[in-house]
């Protein structure tokens, strides 16, 4: 069964400061990796998926993030967050792309502080 | 990009009584919409697999007679919630896929029974 766990409960950073947030997955083939955020009162947006290719993906609001099969991690970053950023962020595996049997993980909540 | 609407965004109902919240995808055609299910802390749950003209799909575990999915068209899926218990407060999220297999989330809703 696929799993995925994100070990920081809550995180909280300065503005301008660089930003990693902890994904790591549990699944038997090839996995599809979502990154979500979901800010208060809003439903998800994704920010970035891996299916194949390039292990670096860049996604939006600046957003990367790194497939690493060897540590069956896919780990977000950003290189300078801003205030706005603050939210709650899911990482998700899935069987496939057509967001069949996706798993999500306990969600990041990132504060970010002037 | 695309919009999926979810109305309410929040309800608050008696319990013994019948919630409908809708998921309308507002500038595409989805053939599969999912609902999730978010308790507090937790992760979304999968709870069921919503497709056009058919029966939805539900995951194990959940009561098809309780949550009853209805998708009627190609923009429009309703989850009614039966008989209403407080365990069945919780924060319900629907996604959309489109033609080409993206997903896009509603803003949720949060159900409050009393």
């Known amino acids: 069964a696929q799993s995925v766990t994100q070990p920081d409960i809550h995180i909280t950073v300065s503005e301008g400061a660089s930003l990693e947030l902890r994904c790591n997955y549990s699944?038997?083939?090839?996995?599809?990796l979502f990154w979500y955020v979901q800010s208060p009162g809003q439903g998800l947006q994704l920010l970035l998926k891996?299916?194949?290719?390039?292990?670096l993906v860049q996604g939006i609001k600046g957003f990367e993030a790194e497939f690493k099969r060897s540590q069956s991690s896919f780990n977000l970053r950003k290189p300078s967050v801003h205030w706005s950023d603050a939210a709650e962020y899911f990482c998700?595996?899935?069987?496939?792309?057509?967001?069949?049997?996706?798993?999500f993980g306990t969600g990041t909540k990132l504060q970010v502080i002037p | 990009g695309a919009v999926v609407s979810q109305h309410p965004s929040r309800v608050i109902c008696k319990s013994g009584t019948s919630v409908k919240i809708e998921c309308r995808s507002l500038?595409?055609?989805?053939?599969?919409m999912f609902w999730y299910r978010q308790f507090p802390k937790q992760s979304l749950m999968l709870m069921a697999t919503?497709?056009?003209?058919?029966?939805?799909?539900?995951e194990q575990g959940v009561e098809k007679d309780k949550f009853l999915i209805n998708h009627a068209s190609l923009t429009l899926s309703t989850l009614t919630v039966t008989s209403a218990h407080p365990e069945d407060s919780s924060f319900y999220i629907c996604?959309?896929?489109?033609?080409?297999?993206?997903?896009?989330f509603g803003q949720g809703t949060r159900l409050t029974v009393v």
């Open positions: 996604s959309a896929r489109d033609s080409r297999w993206q997903a896009f």
């Open positions: 699944y038997g083939a090839t996995p599809y």
């Open positions: 891996y299916f194949s290719g390039d292990t």
């Open positions: 998700a595996v899935g069987a496939s792309q057509g967001y069949q049997k996706v798993t």
């Open positions: 500038d595409f055609q989805a053939t599969t």
């Open positions: 919503s497709n056009e003209g058919s029966k939805a799909t539900y």
